[in-house]
């Protein structure tokens, strides 16, 4: 890199700021604005910023929290420095691996089980239900059948969580798929999800949910939940297991219909009550603490059932999880922060972290958010790591939407490399969504008309807005790889190598299907990285098949239980999507479940 003053324009909330960054030796040593009259909160951002990013030498670095856009404008600006300086952006890309991020944090976690230094009310239940999802929701139904006191917490201002966007569920041999002329049997569900993963997981679980789950349906229906139809989630599965909830929606056709019922049933459900705690006394379990209208609340219960929809929304576990967030999307709802794996782990409960999954997408920070299925998250476009070679058969996605993401988790940056004629022909279905409609991935499904002109103009706009950095266009290869500092001779030679497998009808490197074999031998080139959107965590509590929370010992800690996907067993490593409805189908057969055997505790206390 050349030694110098490179002045470049930072993008900010209100305005741009003019920023002088010095660069000598290789190294960023100096980042000031030229800008006068900041006001405090730029001042503070880029003191902030520029700290970070000269102490390690990286545009990787965290984002000053409450100040993203400028944060990022002040990254972008000075990602363009070193360009300009002649330098290689990816050698300013590392991850600083921040103590806290990579410690094992168990330790930390003990605070959950402390009891907060003042309580200003003490209330008593049998059972308390910490969610009220689409688990915590089926359990505090099956609670109001049931002669126990229950109480439902939820910590977001409204019930359903992630629930409110689920589409449907999994069923097998149910009424609905009988009416429809629909016969396939129960083992077939479970040859496949454990073929699927790799015969990993205990497949005890995934039998007892499969039995489950005709006498589930059939039980929600008696509810009052709506199902639409049953088939086979968009022609992705081998099966056809999927009930569509009514409106393809748990926010109508399942979460209205069960707190209704719930609270017909004499079930006490309470919204903005987050428990901020566990009682855990004489190794067992005795109840909760909770913010409740301002208070801190001590409820003293039997049993506790966990139903708090897991980790998706806490970054440091999603990079402990081994993901690189830095560019990440966290989609999902608010909420999901894995408060009760933490509550668990801290009452000694077994550590199924390692073995979690994620439910987890490919994302173009410059594009809308395509429905990944088609050019957007591979199929019949070329991938290319940091070295400007191929690392996996793009197509991976047609097999199952969350293999998309899987060999990302092992490099360093995926791009993603077309043409303008692939676009046009593969995205011509590519929606105009705004970014809160992709962040609550409304509109991600309604793909439904073809507009080749409107996918281009997207496509023009997002190279010309190119947010994040992330989409570049040239009219060769070699211009291509130089845009985003990779390898050019690797990259020429791969994509010449790819063009030469698309020619011959034969992958010699991956075995991809001919169907995706598409050559790059039209310019306008285009690449795109790859970065990845995270929706919710699957699993992190031990638990046995009874829903119980167990310890190291494989013993259960009397009183805790877990629902829906803070434990979710039957996913290791990875959610299966196979069959498509799997995790909801686990979410209600657990919810009920939990609570059964939780009353049978309850009882058996008295
Ligand atoms: C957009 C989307 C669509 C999906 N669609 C499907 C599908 O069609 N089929 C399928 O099988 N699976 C689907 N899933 C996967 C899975 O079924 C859902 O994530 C489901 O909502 C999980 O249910 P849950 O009860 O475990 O968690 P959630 O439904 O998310 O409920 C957890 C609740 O716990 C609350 N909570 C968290 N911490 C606390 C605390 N400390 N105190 C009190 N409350 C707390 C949260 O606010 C939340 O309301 C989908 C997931 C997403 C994100």
Redesign the pocket.
């Known amino acids: 890199m050349k030694d110098g003053k490179f002045v470049e324009q930072a993008k900010g909330m209100e305005r741009p700021l003019t920023l002088s960054i010095d660069i000598k030796d290789n190294k960023i040593v100096q980042i000031k604005s030229q800008t006068n009259d900041m006001s405090t909160l730029e001042e503070n951002t880029l003191n902030k910023m520029s700290n970070r990013i000269i102490k390690d030498q990286s545009i990787s670095v965290d984002t000053v929290s409450g100040a993203t856009v400028s944060s990022n404008g002040i990254l972008d600006a000075t990602q363009h420095a070193i360009k300009d300086a002649g330098g290689n952006i990816h050698d300013f890309e590392h991850q600083v691996q921040k103590s806290e991020e990579t410690n094992d944090e168990s330790d930390n976690y003990a605070k959950w089980i402390k009891k907060p230094s003042h309580i200003d009310k003490v209330e008593n239940t049998d059972l308390v239900i910490?969610?009220?999802?689409?688990?915590?929701?089926s359990a505090a139904v099956q609670a109001g059948y049931e002669d126990i006191k229950t109480i439902v917490?939820?910590?977001?201002g409204f019930?359903?969580?992630?629930?409110?966007?689920?589409?449907?569920?999994?069923g097998a041999q149910t009424a609905m798929q009988k009416k429809a002329g629909i016969n396939f049997s129960k083992q077939e569900v479970v040859e496949n999800e454990l073929k699927t993963i790799q015969y990993q997981a205990d497949g005890s679980f995934w039998v007892d949910l499969v039995n489950n789950t005709a006498e589930n349906i059939d039980w929600l229906q008696k509810q009052g939940v709506q199902f639409d139809r049953v088939d086979d989630y968009h022609h992705t599965c081998p099966l056809p297991t999927?009930h569509w909830f009514k409106g393809g929606r748990?926010a109508t056709g399942y979460v209205p219909f069960m707190e209704k019922k719930a609270k017909e049933l004499g079930v006490d459900i309470r919204t903005s009550?987050?428990?901020?705690g566990l009682i855990y006394e004489n190794k067992t379990v005795k109840g909760v603490y909770?913010n409740i209208d301002d208070q801190v609340v001590q409820i003293n219960a039997k049993a506790v059932i966990f139903?708090?929809?897991?980790f998706?929304q806490d970054k440091k576990l999603v990079h402990r999880q081994g993901w690189n967030t830095k560019n990440m999307l966290f989609?999902?709802?608010?909420?999901?922060?894995g408060?009760?794996y933490k509550m668990a782990i801290a009452a000694g409960a077994k550590d199924a972290f390692d073995r979690s999954a994620p439910?987890i997408t490919n994302y173009i920070q410059a594009l809308p958010l395509g429905n990944g299925r088609d050019l957007l998250s591979g199929g019949p476009a070329l991938w290319v790591n940091q070295d400007g070679v191929r690392f996996t058969d793009e197509s991976i996605t047609d097999r199952n939407a969350i293999l998309q993401s899987q060999p990302f988790k092992f490099i360093k940056h995926g791009y993603l490399v077309f043409t303008r004629k692939m676009f046009a022909k593969y995205e011509a279905n590519l929606q105009d969504l705004t970014e809160e409609q992709q962040k609550s991935?409304q509109g991600i499904d309604q793909f439904a008309d073809q507009d080749e002109e409107r996918a281009l103009r997207i496509l023009d706009r997002s190279v010309k807005e190119n947010k994040g950095n992330s989409l570049y266009k040239a009219d060769t290869l070699s211009e291509l790889a130089e845009k985003v500092g990779l390898p050019v001779d690797d990259f020429v030679a791969q994509t010449k190598r790819y063009n030469q497998y698309c020619q011959n009808g034969e992958d010699e490197e991956y075995g991809k299907d001919r169907k995706f074999l598409v050559a790059l031998d039209e310019d306008p080139y285009y690449i795109a990285r790859l970065d990845q959107s995270y929706?919710?965590s699957?699993g992190g509590i031990g638990e046995n098949r009874h829903f119980e929370v167990i310890d190291d010992n494989w013993n259960k800690i009397p009183g805790l239980y877990a629902?829906?996907?803070?434990s979710a067993m039957q996913y290791k490593e990875i959610y299966t999507i196979n069959l498509?409805?799997?995790?909801?189908?686990?979410?209600v057969n657990s919810?009920r479940h939990a609570v059964m055997n939780a009353t049978e505790y309850i009882k058996s206390l008295d």
């Not at 009550?273 to 901020?276: A, G, L, M, N, R």
């Not at 139903?307 to 897991?310: K, M, P």
């Not at 498509?580 to 979410?587: I, K």
């Open positions: 910490v969610g009220s999802g689409i688990s915590g929701l917490l939820e910590k977001n019930v359903g969580g992630n629930g409110l966007g689920v589409e449907g569920m999994m999927f748990g009550s987050p428990v901020i909770a139903a708090s929809g897991g998706g989609v999902g709802m608010k909420g999901s922060t408060d009760a439910l991935m929706a919710i699957i629902a829906g996907i803070d498509g409805g799997s995790c909801c189908a686990h979410c919810g």
